[in-house]
T-cell receptor, first 113, second 112 residues
Framework: GEDVEQSLFLSVREGDSSVINCTYT??????LYWYKQEPGAGLQLLTY?????DMKQDQRLTVLLNKKDKHLSLRIADTQTGDSAIYFC?????????????FGRGTQLTVWP | DTEVTQTPKHLVMGMTNKKSLKCEQH?????MYWYKQKAKKPPELMFV???????INESVPSRFSPECPNSSLLNLHLHALQPEDSALYLC???????????FGPGTRLTVT
């Protein structure tokens, strides 16, 4: 399988920006995704970026992709307590059978009031 | 509408029981997936259906039996499970093979 690495924990104060980082191994990846999972819930697709893009912005979310370093980041501006959750990075390599996703271990984001 | 629904939300079953998990989507997606997720871990792929045909079985034990009655429905039949099978079971769907996967809320399964 593919290796997708994430740091396990991140704590921020409410109102600050959060940056969650991810590294992946397959340079042929077509799409890279960020999913959010709240306690006891399923995975919510937050945003994604196609591999020919460097940046994507969607309201408070900014995704940056550095293909040279195989590094993906998710920035959450003005972080709120409702953003507390586990964030999974996932890649879908080119040629991957049927859109197989390779997930990182997830980053637990804790937002303090 | 990007909703995938799953029932039941919670399920407790004994090791000799037979039960089924259900998943439904009305987005016209042609690929559907079952994942198993243990606490504090990422989802693990179990099965993939493409155009109602089983395309991937990730060496899942036969006590898990998937079924895709039509393009909107996906079932997972459970029989003679073990306590270690207790987990959150997630269903997902996607338009195509490289498309975004949308997940349901999951079924929390406890095997006693």
């Amino acid at each position: 399988g593919e290796d997708v690495e994430q740091s396990l924990f991140l704590s921020v104060r409410e109102g600050d920006s959060s940056v969650i980082n991810c590294t992946y191994t397959d340079s042929s990846s077509t799409y890279l995704y960020w999913y959010k999972q709240e306690p006891g819930a399923g995975l919510q697709l937050l945003t994604y970026i196609f591999s020919n893009m460097d940046m994507k912005q969607d309201q408070r979310l900014t995704v940056l992709l550095n293909k040279k370093d195989k590094h993906l980041s998710l920035r959450i501006a003005d972080t709120q307590t409702g953003d507390s959750a586990i964030y999974f990075c996932a890649e879908s390599p080119r040629g991957s059978t049927l859109g197989r996703l390779y997930f990182g271990r997830g980053t637990q984001l804790t937002v303090w009031p | 509408d990007t909703e995938v629904t799953q029932t039941p939300k919670h399920l407790v079953m004994g090791m000799t029981n037979k039960k089924s998990l259900k998943c439904e989507q009305h987005m016209g997606h042609r690929a559907m997936y079952w994942y198993k997720q243990k606490a504090k871990k990422p989802p693990e792929l179990m099965f993939v259906y493409s155009y109602e045909k089983l395309s991937i079985n990730e060496s899942v034990p036969s006590r898990f039996s998937p079924e895709c009655p039509n393009s909107s429905l996906l079932n997972l039949h459970l029989h003679a499970l073990q306590p270690e099978d207790s987990a959150l079971y997630l269903c997902a769907s996607s338009q195509g093979f490289a498309g975004q996967q949308y997940f349901g809320p999951g079924t929390r399964l406890t095997v006693t």
